[in-house]
Nanobody, 124 residues
Framework: QVQLVESGGGLVQTGGSLRLSCAAS????????MAWFRQAPGKEREFVAG???????YYADSVKGRFTISRDNAKNTVYLQMNNLKPEDTAVYYC??????????????????WGQGTQVTVSS
């Protein structure tokens, strides 16, 4: 499996911004679909954004217009730019990869490898 390490989380005020990074090692993920999920305490893991092998982004309705996912295959890194953050964005954010994608999936069970997560907290 690819090893993923997320970074960039932290504490911000409502309306602030954060940029999350997901650095991969072990092998290239250039042929994989990559995605960001988040999980708040007591809730199921939720799809946030995904990006196809060709770089086409997909977003959950709750973050459209505020978040931007991107990938740099040469650096084996995926990013999530988060703007206009809201308290409901508070969660642990996880990066994930799908080795055998037919499409960008929204179900966590589709993904083959995961990072350990980074905490994002948005104060009201």
């Amino acid at each position: 499996q690819v090893q993923l390490v997320e970074s960039g989380g932290g504490l911000v005020q409502t309306g602030g911004s954060l940029r999350l990074s997901c650095a991969a090692s072990g092998r290239t993920f250039r042929d994989d679909v990559m995605a960001w999920f988040r999980q708040a305490p007591g809730k199921e893991r939720e799809f946030v954004a995904g990006i196809s092998r060709r770089g086409v982004p997909y977003y959950a309705d709750s973050v459209k217009g505020r978040f931007t996912i991107s990938r740099d295959n040469a650096k084996n890194t995926v990013y999530l730019q988060m703007n206009n953050l809201k308290p409901e964005d508070t969660a642990v954010y996880y990066c994930a990869g799908d080795h055998t994608p037919l499409r960008v999936g929204v179900m966590a069970s589709k993904y083959d490898y995961w990072g350990q997560g980074t905490q994002v907290t948005v104060s009201s």
